[in-house]
């Protein structure tokens, strides 16, 4: 059972450059999300989804975008990278009758 | 500002010390996590605390949740550098689609 799964682990990218950060879970859990991991702050909401087809803002959603077209995936998109979305990237999975969040091993982004 | 506040933010003991950390918020939450981060690895879930003035334990740590679900406290007795890590608090947020939101985290080192 491989939980939640994030690709990819590192990335370098150079602003104004786009890419999308893949997660899946293979729980088959209704609820996803997105979080952003910087010093101090602890983790902050980007996106979140409650199922496929539905998706809302977090407390941090400018500059990201997500798509949920199935239960299994929640892709993350930043548009334009910025240095400041230089940030280690969490997704997180939980079923709809649970607390219990299951989190990815992140990705470790940065924008020159 | 953070709903969830977390205090303190560093904590450096020497192995077989005692401590602990606080989670205050002015939100009353309906449970209360408790998650451990290792370096270069996603949070894991350690304890959910649901009733005002609940007491849990797992071996030396301890966990309350405040009588007026406000606020949570972790104890560990005899810190082990086993225990080194980041501590996150984390409750729902009903005002996120019910996802949770985290406290700053406590980041624990403890010297052999």
């Known amino acids: 059972n491989a939980g939640v799964t994030q690709t990819p682990k590192f990335q370098v990218l150079k602003t104004g450059q786009s890419m999308t950060l893949q997660c899946a879970q293979d729980?088959?859990?209704?609820?996803m999300s997105w979080y952003r991991q910087d010093p101090g702050m602890g983790l902050r909401l980007i996106h979140y989804?409650?199922?496929?087809?539905?998706?809302d803002q977090g407390e941090v959603p400018n500059g990201y975008n997500v798509s949920r077209s199935t239960t299994e995936d929640f892709p993350l998109r930043l548009l334009s990278a910025a240095p400041s979305q230089t940030s280690v990237y969490f997704c997180?999975?939980?079923?709809?009758?649970?607390?219990?969040?299951?989190f990815g091993q992140g990705t470790r982004l940065t924008v020159v | 500002t953070q709903l969830l506040e977390q205090s303190p933010q560093f904590l450096s003991i020497q192995e077989g010390e005692n401590l602990t950390v606080y989670c205050n918020s002015s939100?009353?939450?309906?449970?209360l996590q408790w998650y451990r981060q290792e370096p270069g690895e996603g949070p894991v879930l350690l304890v959910t605390?649901?009733?005002?003035?609940e007491v849990k334990k797992l071996k030396r740590l301890t966990f309350q949740f405040g009588d007026a679900r406000k606020d949570s406290s972790l104890h560990i007795t005899a810190a082990q550098p086993g225990d080194t890590g980041l501590y996150l608090c984390?409750?729902?947020?009903?005002?996120?689609?019910?996802?949770?939101?985290f406290g700053g985290g406590t980041r624990l080192m403890v010297k052999p």
């Open positions: 997180a999975s939980r079923d709809r009758g649970s607390t219990e969040a299951f």
């Open positions: 984390a409750g729902l947020a009903l005002n996120a689609g019910n996802m949770l939101t």
């Open positions: 989804s409650v199922g496929a087809g539905i998706t």
């Open positions: 605390v649901v009733t005002g003035g």
């Open positions: 729980m088959n859990h209704e609820y």
């Open positions: 939100s009353v939450f309906s449970s």
